[in-house]
């Protein structure tokens, strides 16, 4: 560690660009030019900084427009929008699914041995309370695979659905949309 008047070059080079913006205090600003004054590789560090420090000063000054930030929330705001019609149309599009695969089921299911089980139990509601599981089992026992696993996975992923693009999950409302309330 090269020492010179109580400071090291670690610590003049931390204090450079605020030795060349005049941010230092009386006492830092005579060690650091006193090292400077003595240590040729510091020196060259602080000639190169303030060398770019002054070519920094000569480049034009651009401001952004005053409207830059409204325009930027205006279009966060769209993106948002575009965002829940889209979440909205997927869900619709898996409801229109779901029914439709429950309705052919139960087309499916107006003939056959799954259709005398739900008849017996609606004629005879106490079959359910007395004898549970084999009601349903009766019905899982006669309910094709295809159709029982479709069920369950358009539900499952519609029931996802929902939940991931309910406007509760999604934060806040757009800007437009609380301006509005």
Same mark, same amino acid.
């Given at each position: 560690?090269?020492?010179?008047?109580?400071?090291?070059?670690?610590?003049?080079?931390?204090?450079?660009?605020?030795?060349?913006?005049?941010?230092?205090?009386?006492?830092?600003?005579?060690?650091?030019?006193?090292?400077?004054?003595?240590?040729?590789a510091?020196?060259?560090?602080?000639?190169?900084?303030?060398?770019?420090?002054?070519?920094?000063?000569? #480049?034009?000054?651009?401001?952004?427009? +005053?409207?830059?930030?409204?325009? %930027?929330l &205006?279009? $966060?705001?769209?993106?948002? *929008? @575009?965002?829940?019609?889209?979440?909205?149309?997927?869900?619709?599009?898996?409801?229109?699914?779901?029914?439709?695969?429950?309705?052919?089921?139960?087309?499916?299911?107006?003939?056959?041995?799954?259709?005398?089980?739900?008849?017996?139990?609606?004629?005879?509601?106490?079959?359910?309370?007395?004898?549970?599981?084999?009601?349903?089992?009766?019905? #899982?026992?006669?309910?094709?695979?295809? +159709?029982?696993?479709?069920?369950v %996975?358009? &539900?499952? $992923?519609?029931?996802?659905? *929902? @939940?991931?693009?309910?406007?509760?999950?999604?934060?806040?409302?757009?800007?437009?949309?609380?301006?509005?309330?």
């Open positions: 560690m090269n020492l010179i008047e109580n400071i090291s070059c670690a610590a003049a080079r931390t204090q450079l660009d605020d030795y060349i913006a005049g941010n230092i205090l009386p006492g830092d600003r005579r060690s650091v030019g006193t090292h400077l004054r003595s240590c040729s510091c020196r060259e560090i602080f000639e190169a900084h303030w060398q770019m420090d002054r070519l920094l000063m000569l #480049l034009p000054r651009t401001f952004p427009r +005053e409207t830059l930030a409204n325009e %930027i &205006v279009r $966060v705001d769209r993106a948002d *929008l @575009r965002q829940r019609w889209i979440a909205l149309a997927g869900s619709v599009v898996w409801g229109v699914l779901i029914l439709w695969v429950l309705y052919s089921t139960w087309l499916g299911l107006q003939e056959g041995p799954l259709a005398e089980v739900i008849n017996m139990v609606m004629n005879e509601p106490a079959l359910l309370w007395r004898f549970p599981l084999e009601v349903i089992g009766a019905i #899982l026992e006669n309910l094709p695979i295809f +159709e029982f696993a479709s069920i %996975i358009l &539900v499952s $992923v519609g029931v996802w659905l *929902l @939940r991931r693009y309910l406007p509760g999950n999604m934060g806040p409302a757009p800007r437009s949309m609380r301006e509005a309330t």
